[in-house]
């Protein structure tokens, strides 16, 4: 069993900068695809980036390609959002996932295994 447990959400100006971490805890996520997804209120959870395991490939949603970085450290057991040049539509809760396959980059929140309880992030414009 994996748990995942985000931190690092919070109030920010839009233009400013966020960094989330997403720790695992229980067994190691070496191995997983790790992943980021956001959910704003009345809309669906939508894929954000994403980190492979194997060849350390990124992925990212349109939206966020050349703001946000993905990032892990296989040592501590922790993936990192760095979130930059926030926009008020960047406002949403953000959960971490881990998939287990390990190769691929998948946007379908339903091939992830595991997903943490969320942070929310608030930009205000």
């Known amino acids: 069993q994996v748990q995942l447990v985000e931190s690092g959400g919070g109030l920010v100006q839009a233009g400013g900068s966020l960094r989330l971490s997403c720790t695992t805890s229980?067994?190691?996520?070496?191995?997983?695809?790790m992943g980021w997804f956001r959910q704003a209120p009345g809309k669906e959870r939508d894929f954000v980036a994403g980190?492979?395991?194997?060849?350390?490939?990124?992925y990212y949603a349109d939206s966020v390609k050349g703001r946000f970085t993905i990032s892990r450290d296989n040592a501590k057991n922790t993936v990192y959002l760095q979130m930059s040049s926030l926009k008020p539509e960047d406002t949403a809760v953000y959960y971490c996932?881990?998939?287990?396959?390990?190769?691929?980059?998948?946007?379908?929140?339903?091939?992830?295994?595991?997903w943490g309880q969320g942070t929310q992030v608030t930009v205000s414009s």
């Open positions: 980190i492979s395991w194997i060849g350390g490939n990124r």
């Open positions: 229980g067994r190691t996520f070496s191995g997983y695809t």
């Open positions: 996932a881990a998939d287990s396959t390990g190769w691929r980059i998948s946007f379908h929140s339903y091939e992830y295994d595991y």
